[in-house]
């Protein structure tokens, strides 16, 4: 039974609780609608916060490990593109050596060939010299390896080999300043061309192998890094169908909360009525 008096308003009170009440839901479903996200910091749901924190640390190294891997992959496709090309000079200078180890040529037209080999030659040196990316050349000898990220953490790696296709190396044996004067001498040049042109092959086989693999694992890490943004949004994502019904429901409330407030206010005003 609730007693008529002016100095306790129960009515007023329990009107201005569920007044408070609409008002805060209110407060959070405004603020999922400016955000879009149904847990926007630990107050809304401490535990989510803390694994979609996680997560979006998870996707921001990814985009890193992918930033690694693409640096891979055209630092390799530059290193390829030597290769190739270097690959085709050989193919030329062949051509020019095994026309003058002709013996039947004579002098004007072996040396003839022999300036077409050594400006070949030359552009070898030049294609090595320049095949470099972001300060870095896989095929001069300048460094070891090039080293990508493979996972988030940094624990994981994958290693793409140097493969120095510079003159006098392993790889490229010719000199220098390998030339011919004679028949012999370009027979000779001949076997040394052939030796380089298997061992260059080979090479690009293995950097065509690397880049491939970096461009498989690139796939990977972008379809990884997209599930897990996925997840984070259906983790913290508002539905904002849901919420535009839950608004219209509460500013109903609310209106009807400030009428019943009103009402109650007025209640002690019967009091006078008893005095008259």
Same mark, same amino acid.
């Given at each position: 039974m609730i007693s008529n008096s002016v100095n306790t308003n129960a009515g007023a009170m329990i009107a201005l609780q569920n007044l408070n009440k609409a008002n805060s839901e209110l407060e959070v479903v405004q603020n999922r609608i400016n955000t879009g996200l149904r847990v926007s910091g630990a107050r809304d749901d401490g535990g989510i916060f803390a694994i979609a924190q996680r997560m979006r640390s998870e996707v921001s190294g990814f985009g890193v490990v992918q930033q690694s891997l693409d640096r891979g992959v055209a630092t390799t496709d530059v290193a390829l593109a030597a290769g190739e090309a270097i690959s085709d000079l050989l193919i030329e200078m062949k051509e020019k050596a095994l026309a003058a180890a002709d013996a039947s040529l004579d002098t004007a037209s072996r040396t003839a060939l022999n300036e077409d080999y050594k400006a070949l030659r030359e552009q070898i040196d030049s294609i090595v010299t320049n095949a470099e990316f972001n300060g870095l050349n896989l095929v001069d000898g300048s460094t070891n390896s090039f080293v990508a990220l493979a996972n988030a953490d940094g624990s994981n790696t994958i290693t793409v080999s140097a493969e120095d296709m510079s003159l006098s190396g392993s790889i490229v044996t010719l000199s220098a300043t390998s030339s011919f004067g004679t028949a012999t001498q370009a027979d000779n040049i001949? @076997?040394?061309? !052939?030796?380089?042109?298997?061992? $260059?092959? *080979?090479? =690009? &086989?293995?950097?065509?192998?690397?880049?491939?693999? #970096?461009?498989?694992?690139?796939?990977?890490?972008?379809?990884?890094?997209? @599930?897990?943004? !996925?997840?984070?949004?259906?983790? $913290?994502? *508002?539905? =904002? &169908?849901?919420?535009?019904?839950?608004?219209?429901? #509460?500013?109903?409330?609310?209106?009807?909360?400030t009428q019943a407030l009103s009402i109650a206010n007025q209640r002690p005003q019967q009091v006078l009525s008893f005095f008259q």
């Open positions: 001949v @076997s040394q061309i !052939e030796t380089s042109l298997d061992n $260059v092959n *080979a090479s =690009l &086989a293995r950097l065509g192998t690397k880049s491939k693999a #970096l461009d498989i694992h690139a796939t990977f890490v972008t379809k990884l890094s997209d @599930s897990l943004s !996925e997840g984070i949004g259906n983790l $913290v994502d *508002a539905d =904002l &169908a849901k919420e535009s019904a839950r608004l219209q429901s #509460l500013q109903v409330k609310q209106q009807l909360g």
